[in-house]
């Protein structure tokens, strides 16, 4: 498999976690867990967007070869 091809299979997975997360947030009434949800679905933010980076200087990459 391809440096891209895990790279987008990583992202899909990020993306889906950040997605569960935000559900879960949003499910309960204890303030704790909802706060913990929170955070973790913004942290999957940040993976999200450092692995589009990678992506896209990887691409970047192909286009110089």
Known sequence: MTVKKDLEKALA??????????????????????????????DMERHIANINSRISSTAENRLDN
């Open 13 to 42: 997975a990020a993306e889906s976690a950040k997605g569960t997360y935000a559900t879960f947030a949003a499910a309960t009434d204890d303030q704790n867990a909802q706060q913990m949800f929170q955070q973790m679905s913004q």
